[in-house]
């Protein structure tokens, strides 16, 4: 069982960056495979990076490799996710989600929204 919240989602420029928290609670994410989700207007949820808690990286979408990135916050059960050189397509709402098998969630976070407009 465990609780998650994602947040510092914004509105910023083509080329800008958002840093994006996820913080866990009521439970112990370590436990779990990891996953930011995105859920872009028009299309299903997909994933953005795969990890571990820890902040090891298990795998990019392809849409964001070299430009995302993984790491443990300063704030306690907190992870961050770091968007650089942010795209139009980029646009939607991010989840942060945690299960047994990352590609099927068992627990989803509040998702929080990005807009990047040009």
């Known amino acids: 069982q465990v609780q998650l919240q994602a947040s510092g989602g914004g509105s910023v420029q083509v080329g800008d960056s958002l840093r994006l928290s996820c913080a866990a609670s009521?439970?112990?994410?370590?436990?779990?495979?990891m996953a930011w989700y995105r859920q872009s207007p028009g299309k299903e949820r997909a994933f953005v990076v795969v990890f571990r808690w820890s902040g090891e990286l298990l795998g990019y979408s392809d849409s964001v490799r070299g430009r995302f990135s993984v790491s443990r916050a300063n704030a306690k059960n907190t992870v961050d996710l770091q968007l650089n050189d942010l795209r139009p397509d980029d646009t939607g709402i991010y989840y942060c989600?945690?299960?047994?098998?990352?590609?099927?969630?068992?627990?989803w976070g509040q998702g929080t929204e990005v807009t990047v407009s040009s």
């Open positions: 989600a945690a299960g047994t098998d990352w590609k099927r969630p068992d627990y």
């Open positions: 009521g439970g112990t994410a370590s436990r779990y495979q």
